[in-house]
Every structure is written in C-alpha cells, then in structure tokens.
C-alpha cells in the first residue's frame, strides 16, 4: 500500500478524467491522496474532491508562498476561518519561495511563521514548500518547534546536510518525488546517504513526473516508480519502501 501524501488532484488539467485518474492509482496501490492548498482559487475544487471520496482524499488549508503579495490580510483571514472549521488534515502548503521572485520575502516569512502558529495551536502538521528557500524556511521551523510541531518538507532535493536538519527538527519528514528518478536531480545520491527512515512519498501532480513520464502529466499512479528508485538508492525493497513512508504518512497526518 502506499499514500501520495501530496497531489493537487482538483487540477484542472484532471478535469476530462479525474475518477479515472483515481481508478489507476487504486490499482497501482496508492489508496491514500493528501490534497495541498493554494489559495482562494483553489478550495471549491479541493473541498469537492475530497466530499465525494472522504475515505482516500484529504484535504489541507493554507496559502502557497506564490499566492503572497503586499497585503494579505484577507487571505491569511480565510485560511484561518477554513482551518477552525475543522475538516482539514494539515497546514498547507506554506512556506518560502525564492526561485520566482524576492519581492515579498519578508511577507512570505510573517504569513509562514503565522499558519505555523495555527498549526500548533490546532495540532495540525505543517507541508512546506521551500524552493531556493532552505535556510529562510528552516530557520523559522527552529525557532518555531517546541516539541508540538509536526510537518514534512514537501518536494526535498536538498543535500545530506540539509536533510539532517530536517530530522533533528523532530517528527519532520522530507517528501520524496519524481525527483529521485532524474539523472541529475542529485535527490538519488542525497537519499543514498540519508536512507528512507524519515521519508514520505509524493507526485506534485500534476506537475514533475517521474521518469519514464518526465515531461508528461504526472499522477497518483506513478508513486511505485518514486517507491522502486527510492529502493535503489537506499538498498531495501521495495515493499520495505512502502511499509516504512506508508507508516511515515499515517503518523505525520494521523489519517
């Protein structure tokens, strides 16, 4: 069995065949999806997917460091009415990007910091996105982990280093995708090092699929190749790769 602990499955590029899309990773063993936010745009969607299949789709709350701008009061005011209301399995997906621009960095770090806090005080486990971001992000992560933060960095490429800041942190998790099967994406050399011990696996549907797909739309049913190039790096089985990040997600989202 295993859990795409990260898929944005309401896309509207799933829209001609999402129950299909949802019947291919049920066959390939993915029997568990966890649905990130974005922002405003993006919550009717998620919310109905996860409605109509309450027992594999999940979904979270927060607003993407993207969706940052110079105000964000009233973003930042829906997410927190969203996450009261009770329903969502997580705090994401928040955290700090650098790649696009550096304009709002200061406001992507208080708006971080902000749903961190939410998610302690709700008992919630935070999915970070961090592009180009890591000190930024950890930094906050540190400062902000008493011993009541849980959370996974969504998408890890990092080096052996940053990973084992990670797992200092305490109940973290590094989110292993398609990534790890690209020949110079260096996660597979990273993770030969590091080994599965504190791993989840995600596809970021439907974006960066992983090899044979590269380059197409990726989905759900693709997580066994993430699972079977994570074997190889860390010399275990594969079924030990689904044991482990499958046990890994449960306990990271209590689902």
């Known amino acids: 069995?295993?859990?795409?602990?990260?898929?944005h499955l309401y896309h509207r590029q799933f829209d001609p065949d999402r129950e299909e899309l949802l019947r291919r990773a049920e066959e390939a063993g993915v029997t568990k999806f966890f649905l990130p936010n974005v922002d405003h745009e993006s919550i009717e969607g998620m919310n109905a997917l996860a409605a109509a299949h309450p027992e594999s789709c999940f979904a979270m709350m927060g607003l993407h460091p993207c969706s940052v701008t110079e105000m964000n009061d009233?973003?930042?005011?829906?997410?927190?009415?969203?996450?009261?209301?009770?329903?969502?399995c997580a705090v994401g997906e928040i955290g700090i990007d650098l790649h696009w621009d550096k304009t709002w960095l200061v406001q992507q770090q208080a708006a971080f910091r902000q749903q961190v806090r939410w998610a302690?005080?709700?008992?919630?486990?935070?999915?970070?996105?961090?592009?180009?971001?890591?000190?930024?992000?950890?930094?906050?992560?540190?400062?902000?982990?008493?011993?009541?933060l849980r959370g996974v960095f969504h998408c890890f490429t990092g080096s052996p280093e940053?990973?084992?800041?990670?797992?200092?942190?305490?109940?973290?998790?590094?989110?292993?995708?398609?990534v790890i099967t690209y020949p110079k994406g260096g996660l597979f050399e990273t993770m030969q090092v590091v080994g599965?011990?504190?791993?989840?696996?995600?596809?970021?549907?439907?974006?960066?699929?992983?090899?044979?797909?590269?380059?197409?739309?990726?989905?759900?049913?693709?997580i066994p190749h993430i699972a079977a190039k994570l074997a190889e790096a860390t010399g275990r089985s594969v079924e030990e790769i689904a044991r482990i990040t499958t046990t890994n997600a449960q306990e990271l989202f209590r689902r």
Not at 165 to 173: E, N, Q, S
């Open 74 to 88: 009233l973003a930042l005011e829906e997410v927190e009415q969203h996450l009261r209301s009770g329903g969502y």
């Open 1 to 7: 069995m295993f859990i795409d602990t990260h898929a």
């Open 196 to 222: 599965p011990e504190r791993c989840v696996l995600e596809t970021d549907a439907p974006y960066l699929a992983p090899v044979p797909f590269r380059g197409r739309r990726n989905e759900s049913a693709y």
């Open 162 to 178: 940053e990973a084992a800041r990670i797992v200092a942190l305490k109940d973290f998790y590094m989110g292993i995708g398609g």
């Open 120 to 148: 302690k005080e709700l008992d919630l486990p935070i999915v970070i996105h961090c592009r180009q971001s890591f000190e930024e992000t950890i930094a906050i992560v540190e400062q902000e982990q008493d011993g009541s």
